[in-house]
Structure formats: structure tokens, C-alpha cells
DNA sequence: ATAGGGTTAG
């Protein structure tokens, strides 16, 4: 309407349609503004240029950010630190499975020969990504490095460089570290607590976990959902499934909600132990609450009911899961044609088989051993060793 | 005229 009416937009203009469409969601028509504006030489605001490049770098269109970027500077505008804090932050994220932490050092590193002052944010930002790869000799060179440039750490900082030795297994140094952040007068918070809890948790020191869980609310320190999934995890993982269930049942007493990480591992643990009447209790409860359960939770049930001889429900969930287009996990199929084949139904063994093929994996050895075996009424170990005797011989 | 950054489980 604007521009029918002859009025033209200017940079304020893009500027708020650039931040409005970030914040709903939509970059790619953010991006589409910018680049119909850019074309009268109307350059936004560098805020609303870096919203739109913060939304690509979060959703890892890297390739999107470095065009906006090069856009960006060839319109004579200049990227600020929180442009680039947002670049390094995302592609730190990714917890080791797509981190491009090499590429955010580059640019953090780039940043300080370029002249930015880097701040304690760019800092903990850094230290936290090299921390998460497991680079902790770096993460500390970085601290000591910044506070040589006089800036010192804060409990986000401290957060960061605890959380690194927690999962790198120096369980000690976490502590030392802890006591020295509250030495310097920063406060436990949910966050600090949940990370030392975790590292316990996964050292297996389950009683100074169980320990640290009770003294919270003595401290003052509210438990929230992470806190609570972080011990159900635990002691699911230690064979402690009744105090994990227990413990399940005190949170819904609280008004945390569960979330779906709290039934993971509970339902695992359930498969696991046989107990498939109460993880199907849990499937419900977690349904009806409008959550979805995880892939892996969904082989970990046909794995159960296999555990327990029920071929029959576990084929029913195999269905379930090839109709919501769900991958199951090749020994999940393997398990389930074992199942059938043991209780003799040969030709559901094969039913499965075909659908196996139709997601196009490869039967294992046991398997194929263990089919070839039911429909011939032979040890097909023995007729292959007797074809690999003869292939010896002939050759 | 308006407005931007970092933490914990999975």
C-alpha cells in the first residue's frame, strides 16, 4: 500500500519489517525485504541486519549469513560484535554433533586482529563452545587470556568452564572451581547446581547426587525440570528404577510439568526390565499430555515386548511406526523376527523381513542364519562352513 | 521514532 501510494519505504521502514518477520519466524521474507531495499541502496539499521543474520545462523544457513554479511559491508554498513556474537554463538551450538567450532574460532580470533573489543559475553560464548568439543587446555588459555585484558569472568562464565570439566571427567577441578566462583561472591542458581548435578550423575556418584538434589531447596535454590529429569536419568541408569519412579511421582506434586526427557529414560529402563504394563502406562500418560515419544522409545518398546515373548504387540508397534514414517533401528527388526522365530511364527518372521527390504536394510548374519534355519530344519552353521570347505577345496 | 548477545538434560 506504501509504495502504491507512492511513498517510499526507507531504511526505518525495512528496518521494522526486517525485526518483526525475525521475530515471527519467517527470515526468508526478512531476507527478501532486505534484498528488494538493498537494490535502491536503502540499507537498514545494522539491529535488524543482525536479527536476520542471528535467524540464519540459528537455523545453520551459513551460506545465507556470509551473503548478508558481504551485502552487508559492500553498502559501506560494518557487522558489530553482537553480529558476530551471534554467528560464533550458533556455530558453537550443535553439542559436538554439527559444532563448527574451528570456524568459530576463526572468526572470534579474526575479530580481535580486526580491532572489536571482545567482552566477557564473546568470552563465555567461546569458552563454552571450545568446553562442549572437549578442548578445555584452549577454553582455560582463552580465560586466562581475558582476564590479562582485564575482564573478568561472571557466573556465566564459570557455568561454562564447570560444565567442561564435568563432562571432561575432572569432577574435582568442577569443585574447585565452584567454590572458587562463590568465593567471588557469584550465587548457585538452578543452572550452576544442574551442571554439577549432571557431572555427579555422570561419574556415578549417585549418593552425593541424591545429596546435592535434597540441599537445593535448603539453599534456597529452586529445582526446575532439568534438575529433576537430570536425577530420573540417573537412576534410571543405575538400576535404581523404583526411585526413579519415585522420584517421578514426588515432581507431579510440584508444579513442574514432566517433559518428555523425564519418560525416556523410565520407559527404557521399563523395556528393559520386562515391565511393559507400566512403560504402556507411561506411553498413555506422556500421550495424553500432548507430548510424542522419541524414535528410540519407540524401539525400545518392540524391543520389550520381544524381551517378553509378545511378538504380537511388538509387530503392532513396528506398524505404528512405519505409518508415522518413523525409522525404526535395524536390531530393533532383528530382535523381532528372533521373537518369531523362536515362538515359530516363520512366516510374520518373514512379513517383517519384507518390510525390512522395503526400508532398505541389509539382514544381519545371525539372522539370516537364524531364518535359513527355520525354513530348512537345518544348522545353516554347519551347511555354511560345509560351502566354505568346498569353495577351499575347489580353489 | 525503534532496537540486539552467552548457561544446565535430551
Redesign the pocket.
Known amino acids: 500500500m506504501m509504495i502504491e501510494s507512492g511513498t517510499a519505504p526507507?531504511?526505518?521502514t525495512a528496518?521494522?519489517l526486517i525485526?518483526a518477520l525475525c521475530r515471527d519466524g519467517e527470515p526468508t521474507v526478512a531476507y527478501h525485504v532486505l534484498r528488494d531495499v538493498s537494490r535502491k541502496r536503502i540499507i537498514p539499521?545494522?539491529?535488524?541486519i543482525?536479527?536476520l543474520i542471528?535467524a540464519f545462523s540459528k537455523c545453520g544457513n551459513f551460506g545465507r549469513v556470509s551473503e548478508i554479511l558481504h551485502l552487508m559491508i559492500a553498502s559501506g554498513s560494518q557487522?558489530?560484535?553482537?553480529?558476530y556474537?551471534?554467528i560464533i554463538?550458533a556455530l558453537?551450538?550443535g553439542?559436538g554433533r554439527t559444532a563448527m567450532v574451528d570456524e568459530a574460532f576463526r572468526i572470534f580470533n579474526d575479530l580481535k586482529l580486526k580491532g572489536y573489543a571482545?567482552?566477557?559475553?564473546?568470552?563465555?560464548?567461546m569458552i563454552?563452545g571450545l568446553c562442549?568439543s572437549g578442548r578445555m587446555e584452549e577454553a582455560l588459555l582463552l580465560w586466562s587470556e581475558m582476564v590479562a585484558n582485564g575482564i573478568q569472568?561472571?557466573?556465566?562464565?564459570?557455568?561454562?568452564i564447570i560444565?567442561g570439566y564435568c563432562?571432561s571427567g575432572n569432577i574435582d577441578h568442577a569443585r574447585k572451581l565452584y567454590d572458587e566462583m562463590l568465593s567471588k561472591g557469584f550465587k548457585e542458581?538452578?543452572?550452576?547446581?544442574?551442571?554439577m548435578l549432571?557431572g555427579l550423575c555422570l561419574h556415578g556418584r549417585l549418593a552425593d547426587a541424591i545429596n546435592l538434589f535434597a540441599e537445593m531447596p535448603n539453599k534456597g535454590i529452586h529445582r526446575?525440570?532439568?534438575?529433576y529429569?537430570?536425577l530420573i536419568?540417573c537412576l534410571c541408569k543405575e538400576g535404581k528404577t523404583s526411585d526413579a519412579i519415585e522420584l517421578y511421582s514426588s515432581m507431579l506434586a510440584t508444579s513442574i510439568r514432566p517433559?518428555?526427557?523425564?519418560y525416556?529414560?523410565l520407559i527404557m529402563v521399563l523395556c528393559e526390565e520386562g515391565r511393559m504394563t507400566d512403560a504402556m502406562e507411561l506411553i498413555k500418560i506422556l500421550e495424553a499430555q500432548g507430548l510424542e515419544p522419541?524414535v528410540c522409545t519407540n524401539d525400545f518398546i518392540i524391543s520389550g515386548f520381544c524381551r517378553v515373548g509378545n511378538a504380537e504387540k511388538g509387530m503392532a508397534w513396528l506398524s505404528r511406526m512405519l505409518q508415522s514414517n518413523l525409522k525404526p533401528r535395524a536390531e530393533t527388526m532383528d530382535r523381532l523376527v528372533e521373537c518369531l522365530c523362536s515362538l515359530g511364527q516363520v512366516d510374520c518372521a518373514l512379513q517383517v523381513v519384507k518390510k525390512m527390504f522395503d526400508i532398505s536394510y541389509i539382514l544381519g548374519s545371525s539372522v539370516c542364519h537364524l531364518l535359513i534355519s527355520k525354513l530348512c530344519g537345518v544348522d545353516s552353521y554347519q551347511v555354511c562352513e560345509l560351502l566354505n570347505e568346498i569353495v577351499l577345496v575347489e580353489s
Open positions: 526507507d531504511a526505518s528496518g521494522y525485526r539499521d545494522v539491529v535488524s543482525t536479527q542471528s557487522p558489530d560484535l553482537f553480529t556474537q551471534e554463538n558453537c551450538d553439542a571482545c567482552d566477557v559475553v564473546t568470552y563465555t560464548t563454552d562442549k569472568p561472571n557466573n556465566y562464565t564459570y557455568n561454562a560444565n563432562k542458581s538452578t543452572v550452576s547446581s544442574n551442571i549432571a526446575d525440570v532439568i534438575t529429569n537430570t536419568q517433559s518428555i526427557s523425564t525416556t529414560p522419541l
